[in-house]
């Protein structure tokens, strides 16, 4: 069945259905009045601060080949849970704006919002409000709110602080590659890239460690690739990076086998979309405080920070390497 | 210029810039951060509860032939304080998500983001937040939060209440079929009806002031037209309505000028547009304190709240006549 068959009502309630907004200090859910109502204090428990993103997903522009309904609706959340992280909150719930084509079949409907679900619940969030109209391309504009008494800001970084990120990096580059090219690589190696790609992880309770540890000075998450976000940091925080290219996370040496005709650290610099974070940590961290984050986060240093002047550059033995500033970037 | 030379980070700059966050309780504002960071107890003052709410408005099905960017940015806004203004709550900030297409004029998104900002500040709210993405077609998300110790809800309306709904209804789908039909009108009428078309006014003082009486049974906004409304009341409450339709008030009452062509109670009920405000109110009410409402709200009732196996109907000398339920509908 197509949705303009079904008619808005029925699709409306078909899909509030799917969502269990059914924590205690939701006193008004999804779907059921002008607007969600949630008690502040019992949301809040003591955090002094409320965060507040939102982040678009659209057809034409972010979805990949092959990705699947209930894929594009975990994104949909994830991408904002990624900018919650980023400030080392703790998401609490979602609105969710879906632009649906008129002749989308009804089951695709039904397999996002069990997508946008799937995600939202494995957070411990839930999506309170949303909106539904009719649109020429499939778009969801999810808007994420948290809270945190801490919140990392992207100025914070000091010259001296170590340059970290969190996971490994160019994965979600590389599936696309994958996809699109072709490439045959390890079947390892293949299903995690097609993951970071299609079902990414939003670094929730690594944010929450991060910030939590007290060591981090500036934080925020790398969507649009590492060269960017390392220039949106440096502005924030008025300062430059030194960044040792060999130490960058990737897939490759983990399993250690290289990938033939792929640099995965040319794609996490330039190209993006993997939801790692990049964060710095105080230069005065003792290496036992670093190895218990290495250990129980999963962290990598990447890096130092340097004064302004110095700008962007790997540090490749005595030679420095502007890093040059582009990736993904919608206009 | 367009926006595709402008590029994506020269654009958030040049948009951010407009945006007035300035309240001492936003400790980061719009394009700041990777999220906006709000102190709640700041925010809220001493209100229990927070109501959050979503719209989107998109060009190919929202947008009237004629309507200005600058207007477009406001009704952005406007259609989400409406929702607010529904739950008799107090309006505090935005994130706003802009799909734009490549080829726009940056004067274009220029007037957009000047409306949105004059429609936020009318109402002392502030965008904080927001994303932009390149779209096939402009769609435009707002996700409004604002603070009330009373939500007043859909349900709630009891047998005998009144009905009531404020200021004049059918003006924006009079300016609708002015615009489509050439229909000439009265200079003033063409004017108030253009106007709610173009550039609708939210109801927030009026919500506030319903709500603050403690006579609101139960609130709604009429967007999608009176007949909707009343049957989105009716299920919500487990009500019917008597409705008495020469007391619905219209413009062409106010000016006592009948307009040639055109049934305004017609459009009121079943095209919508309009951003008013549909609430019963308690049968108990004193006569005085309805005459205070109707003075410095502006309301007028126009029927009674029935048991639900009643239905929804005119009432019209002795005959009952079933209300078709039929208003905007997406799908």
Chains 1, 2 share one sequence.
């Not at 000075?217 to 430059?240: F, R």
């Not at 129980?296 to 040059?324: A, C, T």
Request: proline fraction near 3%; charge should be negative; include cysteine.
């Amino acid at each position: 069945m197509k949705i303009e068959q079904l008619g808005e009502i029925g699709l409306i309630e078909r899909i509030t259905k799917k969502y269990k907004a059914d924590a205690e200090s939701i006193a008004v859910g999804v779907g059921k009045d002008d607007c969600a109502v949630i008690d502040i204090d019992k949301a809040r428990s003591s955090y002094k601060y409320l965060v507040v993103t939102t982040d678009t997903l659209q057809e034409s522009t972010h979805l990949p080949e092959g990705i699947s309904p209930s894929q594009i609706g975990w994104s949909a959340i994830a991408v904002n849970l990624s900018d919650i992280a980023a400030m080392g909150a703790r998401p609490y719930a979602f609105t969710i704006a879906m632009g649906i084509p008129a002749h989308t079949d009804t089951a695709f409907v039904d397999a996002i919002v069990e997508g946008i679900e799937e995600c939202a619940s494995s957070y411990n969030t839930a999506v309170v409000g949303g909106d539904i109209t009719r649109s020429k391309e499939l778009i969801l504009t999810g808007t994420c709110f948290g809270f945190t008494d801490k919140p990392v800001m992207r100025a914070g970084a000091k010259v001296g602080d170590l340059v970290c990120v969190t996971g490994s990096v160019g994965n979600a580059a590389l599936g696309l590659k994958i996809i699109k090219e072709g490439l045959t690589v390890p079947k390892k190696v293949d299903k995690t890239a097609k993951r970071a790609l299609f079902q990414p992880v939003p670094r929730i309770q690594e944010g929450i460690s991060l910030a939590d540890s007290g060591l981090v000075t500036s934080m925020l998450d790398i969507s649009d690739g590492l060269a960017l976000s390392l220039a949106e940091l440096a502005k924030s925080s008025k300062v430059g990076f030194e960044i040792y290219e060999d130490k960058v996370p990737v897939l490759s040496d983990e399993i250690k086998t290289p990938l033939r005709g792929v640099n995965l650290r040319n794609l996490a610099f330039f190209y993006g979309g993997d939801y790692e974070l990049l964060f710095t940590v105080d230069a005065n961290v003792l290496e036992s405080e670093l190895e218990r984050l290495r250990k129980e986060v999963g962290i990598s240093v990447i890096g130092k920070v340097m004064p302004s002047e110095e700008g962007i550059y790997f540090k490749k033995g005595d030679k420095k390497e502007r890093i040059k500033i582009k990736g993904y970037q919608h206009f």
